[in-house]
DNA sequence: AATACCATCAACCGCGCGCTA
DNA sequence: ATAGCGCGCGGTTGATGGTAT
C-alpha cells in the first residue's frame, strides 16, 4: 500500500528549534497532555511536524530528563544491556531513568564503542576481535566456563534453571564462546588466561532481570488462554521458534506502553471491559512497575 | 589568525507495527 | 481481509563547537 506523508511538509518549519518553539511546546503539552502528535502542531500553533515536536519533547523538552555526562555505572549497564538486547535503544533507555534513546544510540556511537575497541571488544557482538581464537576454544574450556557462569546464578538465588537454560543463558553471555572471559575493565587487559570468578564477573550489574520458562502464567490463569498469548508473544518477536523456553527479562520501564504488552506481567493486562479513563491511568503507572519482557532463546527449546 | 579535521548531538528520514474502519 | 493512519524505532545526516596544524 502507498504511504502518506506523514504531515504537510511544504509549510512546516525544519532544523534546530527556537525557543518559541520550544516555549509554545512545553505549555501545550503541559495544558493538554503528551498524544495525537499529528494533530499537535497546528494546535499548539507550530509550524512544525508532529514527529518532529514528538522528538523534541521526548529527546529534550521531557522535565524528567537527567542531563549530563553518563556515569561509569550507566556505561557498564549500557554495555551490558547492549549485549543482551542488541541496538534495541529504546528498551535500553527503558533500563536508565532520565535518558533517551537518541542520547543512549548517541553516546554508544561515539563513546562506549571507542571503549570496547579500546578493551580489544567487538562493540556489535561484545566477543573478542580475535573471532578466530574464540571459534577454536576448546569444548572442555567451554563447558568449564558454562558451568561457572550456571553456578554463579545459582549462588545469586532465586533463579532455579534447568541445564538446558543455563546452557542458553550462558549462550547469551559473550563467554561463552570465548577463550577468555573478555569482560575486562580498563585495568584488566582483555586476554587474561584464567577467568575470575564469575560471580563478579557477570553478576556485577544486577540487572533485575529473570529467567522463566513462557508463557509466564499466574496462578488461576486460564491455560487455553495462556497457550493462544504463547503463540501470538512468540509471533511478534522473531518470527515464531518451535521453541517454549524463553528469556523474560523483567525489566522496570521496559519501554511497553501499556501493561500486558509483550509479556503477562504480574501486574496485569488492563482488561478489555476496563474504563478508558482507567485504563489510562492503569497505563501512567505502570511505567513504575515491573515489565516482563519475552523473547524466544536461540536455536530452538528444551 | 586561518584552515582543516574531528567529535558530538539534535534533528530528520524511512520503515515497521498495531489499531481501526 | 485489507487499506489507511498514527506512532515509535533505529539509522543517518548535518550543524556546531573544539582541537590540531
Excluded at 33 to 47: N, T, Y
Excluded at 113 to 129: F, Y
Excluded at 214 to 224: E, F, K, L, T
Excluded at 241 to 264: D, I, K
Amino acid at each position: 500500500m502507498g504511504r502518506s506523508p506523514c504531515c504537510e511538509k511544504a509549510h512546516t518549519n525544519k532544523g534546530a528549534w527556537t525557543k518559541e518553539e520550544d516555549q509554545r511546546l512545553v505549555a501545550y503539552i503541559k495544558a493538554h497532555g503528551e498524544g495525537c502528535w499529528r494533530s499537535l502542531p497546528k494546535a499548539a500553533g507550530l509550524l512544525r511536524c508532529g514527529k518532529s515536536c514528538r522528538l523534541r519533547w521526548i529527546n529534550y523538552l521531557r522535565p524528567d530528563l537527567k542531563r549530563g555526562n553518563f556515569t561509569e555505572e550507566e556505561d557498564e549497564l549500557i554495555i551490558k544491556l547492549h549485549e543482551l538486547l542488541g541496538n534495541k535503544w529504546s528498551l535500553i533507555a527503558g533500563r536508565l531513568p532520565g535518558r533517551t534513546d537518541n542520547e543512549i544510540k548517541n553516546y554508544w556511537n561515539t563513546h562506549i564503542k571507542r571503549k570496547l575497541l579500546a578493551r580489544g571488544m567487538d562493540p556489535h557482538t561484545h566477543r573478542p576481535l580475535n573471532a578466530v581464537a574464540a571459534a577454536a576454544m576448546p569444548q572442555q574450556l567451554r563447558a568449564v566456563h558454562e558451568r561457572h557462569f550456571a553456578a554463579a546464578a545459582q549462588a545469586a538465588g532465586g533463579h532455579h534453571l534447568q541445564p538446558q537454560q543455563q546452557d542458553h543463558l550462558a549462550a547469551l553471555s559473550s563467554c561463552s564462546a570465548e577463550p577468555a572471559c573478555s569482560h575486562s575493565s580498563d585495568d584488566e587487559p582483555a586476554g587474561s588466561a584464567t577467568p575470575p570468578p564469575p560471580s563478579r564477573r557477570h553478576l556485577s550489574i544486577d540487572l533485575n532481570l529473570s529467567i522463566s520458562l513462557a508463557p509466564y502464567q499466574q496462578p488461576g490463569d486460564d491455560p487455553a488462554a495462556v497457550k493462544q498469548e504463547a503463540a501470538s508473544t512468540a509471533s511478534h518477536t522473531h518470527n515464531a521458534t518451535t521453541s517454549t523456553s524463553a528469556v523474560c527479562l523483567c525489566l522496570n520501564r521496559l519501554g511497553f506502553q501499556r501493561p500486558g504488552e509483550g509479556c503477562r506481567c504480574g501486574a496485569a493486562a488492563a482488561s478489555s471491559s476496563v474504563p478508558m479513563q482507567q485504563q489510562q491511568q492503569q497505563q501512567q503507572a505502570s511505567t513504575q512497575r515491573m515489565f516482563r519482557f519475552t523473547a524466544p532463546l536461540e536455536g530452538g527449546g528444551l
